[in-house]
């Protein structure tokens, strides 16, 4: 009976995963096809698996640069929007003064708030501060679009350190941010580890800001590379998915080595919010 009750959720999480790893492993096998193969057999297993696609990219010295370029941009973002996040929360959580609720508020707002519609003004702002062609035109942005939700998370965490434990670091002569840095960072740990697989991923897979920001090739990141490589390979289908599924592996490793950390500290912050 227990089986038959699990039964459908089973279903449901069969139907979830096809829909999303199917596209993964079609993408990935056509790399190894010829463009003329996949034309012919577009769903079958390769009839010869042809390397040269793969090998042909990683050669290429353009996309080790795009891949540092999104580095350098994720990593900055991330540890930006950390920082500065970890400071608001604690702010928030640990300290009582007079607008807290408001001035949270005020940074939940920016979940509502589109990057889209901010595309003209940045674009100017950005014009005026001299950082276009420039990678803090595209890590301060994003830094800031992440503030909303990084802070939303690592509140919810703090709220729940016992106020015991700041008593007794108070008494032995600690202050606030000794009792932030020694005390309440290694226990954020888990929530620590979820705000920057999200910074990251979505600073990895931005590619509206670089297109905005970015007129000079050599700064351009892996999304900008993946558009200008359809636009020239266009009719070359099988080279077009290598390149997809190159430009995704970074992404999909990093989430894979920190999934349960990621599911971990957004299932602490809802629960502990």
Avoid at 126 to 150: C, E
């Amino acid at each position: 009976m227990k089986t038959l009750r699990q039964l459908p959720l089973h279903v449901v999480l069969v139907v979830v995963g096809s829909v999303i790893v199917v596209p993964l492993l079609y993408a990935a096998l056509s790399g190894f096809k010829s463009t003329d193969e996949l034309s012919r057999n577009p769903f079958g297993l390769p009839e010869r698996w042809l390397t040269g696609n793969y090998t042909d990219i990683l050669g290429s010295g353009d996309f080790w640069r795009l891949l540092g370029n999104s580095t350098l941009v994720a990593v900055a973002t991330c540890v930006l929007v950390v920082a500065v996040s970890a400071l608001a929360a604690f702010s928030f959580a640990r300290f009582a003064f007079r607008g807290r609720e408001l001035m949270f508020t005020f940074f939940t707002m920016g979940l509502m708030f589109p990057p889209a519609v901010a595309a003209l003004p940045l674009f100017l702002l950005l014009r005026s501060l001299g950082l276009l062609d420039n990678p803090l035109g595209v890590i301060l942005p994003q830094a800031a679009f992440g503030l909303p939700m990084t802070i939303i998370i690592l509140r919810g965490f703090f709220r729940q350190i016992p106020g015991e434990l700041e008593e007794a670091a108070t008494l032995d002569g600690c202050s606030a941010f000794g009792f932030f840095w020694r005390v309440l960072l290694p226990m954020a740990r888990p929530a620590l580890g979820t705000v920057s697989v999200l910074a990251v991923v979505t600073s990895w897979n931005n590619y509206m800001l670089p297109l905005l920001v970015f007129t000079d090739s050599k700064w351009w990141t892996l999304p900008l590379g993946v558009a200008q490589f359809q636009g020239q390979y266009s009719a070359e289908y099988a080279r077009v998915f290598a390149y997809l599924v190159l430009a995704m592996v970074p992404a999909l490793a990093l989430y894979s080595v920190a999934e349960r950390q990621l599911v971990g500290g957004l299932t602490a912050g809802a629960t502990k919010g």
